[in-house]
């Protein structure tokens, strides 16, 4: 119902910054969302979420304290500040939306709705 499309998605040096946003077709005021990241050979993971209002946010540990979820729901818009990048980190991201739950967690199975995803490469 409704429509992502990822963007910011690019190849960075070890220890750099990338903001990747996340832009809906429609308000975003009523779902949950959330980035989920998926390497080559490995199955889709989770990186960050964020509730609908923007009160809670969770991170997968991997990424803990180097990257940052926010939204702008004025704008329909939802952001990953990606700092001290690493090697690992290097992925096709995607931006999901959750529309039955205030905070989707963890669990891509919790998602309703995907963006097609922007390649984040990392190089040492």
């Known amino acids: 119902q409704v429509q992502l499309v990822e963007s910011g998605g690019g190849l960075v040096q070890a220890g750099g910054s990338l903001r990747l946003s996340c832009a809906a077709s429609?308000?975003?005021?009523?779902?949950?969302m959330g980035w989920f990241r998926q390497a080559p050979g490995n199955e889709r993971e989770f990186v960050a979420a964020?509730?609908?209002?923007?009160?809670?946010?969770g991170y997968a540990d991997s990424v803990k304290g180097r990257f940052t979820i926010s939204r702008e729901n004025a704008k329909n818009t939802v952001y990953l500040q990606m700092n001290s990048l690493k090697p690992e980190d290097t992925a096709v991201y995607y931006c999901?939306?959750?529309?039955?739950?205030?905070?989707?967690?963890?669990?891509?199975?919790?998602?309703?709705?995907w963006g097609q995803g922007t390649q984040v490469t990392v190089s040492s």
């Open positions: 429609g308000r975003i005021s009523g779902y949950a």
């Open positions: 999901a939306a959750d529309a039955d739950t205030y905070y989707g967690g963890s669990s891509l199975l919790g998602y309703d709705y």
């Open positions: 964020i509730s609908r209002s923007g009160g809670s946010t």
